[in-house]
Structure formats: C-alpha cells, structure tokens
C-alpha cells in the first residue's frame, strides 16, 4: 500500500488515482489518514436474487386484465 498526502494528490490527481488500480493507495492529512483510493470490484450478484426474466417464463399468462381479478375479489368482502 502506498501512502500520499492530500497535496500530492492534488498535484498528480491522475497518476494515482491509475495508480489505485492494482494497489490501494492511502491519503493523508497531516499525517492522519482520511481516506483511501483502492481498484473498483464490480459487485457479484447473489444467488438469491431472482432473475426477473427468468420467472417470467414461467408466470401464468392471461389476456385478462388483473384489475378485474382484483375488482371481483374486493366485491366478495
């Protein structure tokens, strides 16, 4: 890991920010550190997330409008 200050990364803003691709780069503050820069992971997505276009080819399908299936229900109570 590489440490900077908030100077130097003003100064070279692009080179370590490409830098933070492969290494993760620590920023300071008067010797404090505030903050890190480090190389973006896109996020995996969990196996129980359901695949809205998967389920669609099993979903029933009707010609008819659900308002009316919603309609008739209400109509009972």
């Known amino acids: 890991m590489k440490t900077i200050s908030i100077k130097q ?3 070279r803003t692009g080179h370590w920010v490409r830098a933070a691709r492969t290494t993760p780069v620590i920023v300071t503050d008067r010797g404090e550190k505030i903050a890190t820069l480090q190389p973006h992971v896109e996020p995996t997505r969990p196996a129980a997330v359901i695949d809205w276009a998967a389920r669609k080819k099993w979903m ?13 229900d209400r109509d009972g109570r």
Do not use: G, N, Q, R
Request: proline content about 6%.
């Open 60 to 72: 029933p399908v009707s010609s008819t409008d659900s308002t009316v299936f919603i309609s008739e």
């Open 9 to 11: 990364l003003h100064a």
